[in-house]
């Protein structure tokens, strides 16, 4: 329900003034304005690459007045901000999609860690807790102070570092792809803490790919486009279209969210029979409990379930075994056995895995493009053991077209490309081992609609071509409008399988309902 208060009766409390912005030759913004009223909630839309993040960057201080040209005012007045401390000091905390927070570090060390409070210079305890828990109250939170961060699920950690932010008198909160990382219920909480926060007057600036929440919430959508403003739309004159809200994101029609597909699907040639995986550091907690699936070639298989369910646990335990321990159970490609006891022996057998944490653990971000694409077959690019540079080069040219990675050339730095770009890159390097199977992990989190639009098209590219391919992802619509069938998961099993021409988001949640209420 949006604020009944108009939005032409509400001052600005930010304005930003054809702010413009280049890194060498590259203009990341030119001349973009755009105002923030006290108390909405306004969302900030774009591509991958449209400048949302760096717009936030330069509000925030982390790009310096003087590094940029405009102006920004604040409460009516011009501000020069020389870093992130005087931003916070104003009241204006942006909260980024990689949390800030110290795993090994309490929740009480964490919130307070710049400075706690504290008597005659040194840090009171008992009055550090007595606020913590105070601020966790504020986010719906009743964790204990003293619990590390690393014992709480992502959509917690989310709710400490916006009790942090509270900490310091928010008065302007920023959050970029805040519900990136959670599941479904978990979003919805944090949707309705940001509408309790709008009605306490607090303004927030939400970076979001997912335009069902934008919709839910905003006052306002102002979206980007190559570095400009586009335009705003605003919420209380009607309701959000957010077809014409893509179509200025991405300045063309997508006919359909998910490109149409007549699947060809032929037999089983991916088994997993009685599969069994317990917890790494904790050897009494079963993580996937004797599960078996098949997935036959030029199908596209989606596994559902709630945060915890076992997914990622079980896709990385059947490739190479790199979660878990006490393994047990039969992988068949082929119908043959196959051997993925370790990562080497999974690609072998014809696996792959796309993971979900593509910054760390699927790319090497100082590297460039050819290496990445490269690394997980150098043999393919190699002569007598020595790696053949033009080989590689050649590889990583013919990928960068075939996945239409926007990049000035193979040789720029991984690190520097937008999400979609970057998982392109992630799933041409494992397109370049020559699977039979492909297990993509929430292959699309973070990255906006028309990028999502290419990673889709390029999933059925790879199920016309007769490969099996998994796909996990916490989005329902995803799954619905992607895959030939969805596997349902709780507490580590499957308990429920829906065709994909008979899939709801209702059908996979009353799965999971009907086994959490057994």
């Known amino acids: 329900m949006l604020d009944p208060v108009p939005l032409a009766e509400k001052p600005p409390i930010l304005e930003m003034r054809g702010i413009s912005k280049s ?12 105002t923030v009223k006290e108390g909405e909630i306004h969302a900030l839309v774009g591509e991958n690459g449209a400048g949302k993040s760096t717009l936030m960057k330069v509000l925030s201080g982390v790009y310096p007045h003087g590094s ?78 003293e619990t590390l961060i690393t014992n709480l699920g992502v959509g917690k950690q989310q709710l400490v570092e916006i009790a942090k932010a509270l900490s310091k008198d928010v008065r302007l909160l920023i959050l970029d792809e805040p519900t990136a990382s959670l599941n479904e219920t978990d979003s919805a909480a944090l949707l ?14 939400m970076i979001s790919h997912k335009l069902n929440e934008i919709s839910e919430v905003a006052d306002r959508i102002t979206v980007l486009r190559d570095g400009r403003t586009v335009g705003t739309l605003d919420c209380h004159e009607g309701p959000v279209d957010e077809d014409e809200i893509v179509r200025r994101m991405v300045d063309r029609d997508l006919e359909s969210r998910y490109p149409a597909r007549t699947p060809k699907i032929g037999d089983v040639i991916f088994e997993v ?51 878990g321990r006490d393994i047990t159970g039969t992988v068949k490609i082929h119908g043959k056995e196959a051997d993925t006891s370790d ?23 100082a590297e460039d493009i050819r290496k990445n694409i490269s690394l997980a077959h150098l043999g393919g690019v190699s002569s007598s053991g020595v790696i053949d540079d033009i080989k590689e080069m050649k590889v990583a040219q013919e990928f960068r077209t075939r996945m239409r990675i926007r990049s000035h050339n193979v040789y720029q730095e991984t690190g520097k490309l937008s999400g979609g770009n970057q998982q392109k890159v992630v799933l041409s390097k494992w397109l370049f081992t020559g699977p039979d199977i492909l297990i ?34 916490s989005e329902m619509p995803e799954l619905i409008g992607t895959c030939d069938r969805i596997m349902v998961m709780h507490e580590g099993e499957f308990v429920g399988e829906v065709a994909g021409e008979e899939a709801t988001q209702e059908n996979i949640m009353r799965a999971i309902m009907r086994r959490k209420g057994r």
């Not at 890194?23 to 755009?34: I, M, Q, R």
């Not at 929740?107 to 105070?134: C, H, M, Q, W």
């Not at 509408?195 to 927030?204: H, L, V």
């Not at 699309?444 to 609609?449: C, K, N, P, S």
């Open 23 to 34: 890194f060498g030759a590259v203009k990341a913004l030119s001349d973009v304005s755009f």
């Open 273 to 323: 029979e009685n599969w069994s995986v317990y917890h790494p550091q904790h050897s009494s907690r079963q993580m996937v409990k004797n599960v078996s699936m098949k997935v036959r070639a030029g199908e596209v298989v989606g596994i559902s379930g709630l945060m915890g369910a076992g997914r990622t646990e079980f896709a990385m335990s059947v490739f190479g075994r790199t979660y």
């Open 68 to 145: 940029y040209e405009g102006s920004i005012l604040f409460d009516g007045d011009e501000r020069h901000f020389r870093d992130i401390n005087d931003s916070e000091k104003l009241g204006i905390i942006i909260i980024h999609q990689e949390l800030a927070l110290i795993p090994l570090m309490s929740i009480a060390e964490n919130i307070f860690l710049a400075k706690g409070p504290s008597k005659f210079g040194v840090i009171d305890r008992d009055l550090r807790y007595k606020r913590t828990r105070e601020l966790l109250a504020k986010v719906g939170l009743t964790e204990a102070p």
């Open 343 to 365: 990562v080497h022996r999974a690609i072998k057998a014809g696996l792959a895995y796309v993971t979900e944490d593509r910054k760390h653990l699927g790319l090497i971000l």
């Open 440 to 473: 993509l992990d929430e292959p699309t989190r973070g990255i906006d609609v028309g990028a999502k639009y290419e990673i889709y098209s390029i999933i059925n590219e790879l199920a016309d071509a007769g490969k099996a391919v998994i796909v996990i992802s």
């Open 192 to 205: 309705e803490l940001l509408k309790e926060f709008r009605r306490n007057g607090i303004t927030s600036i």
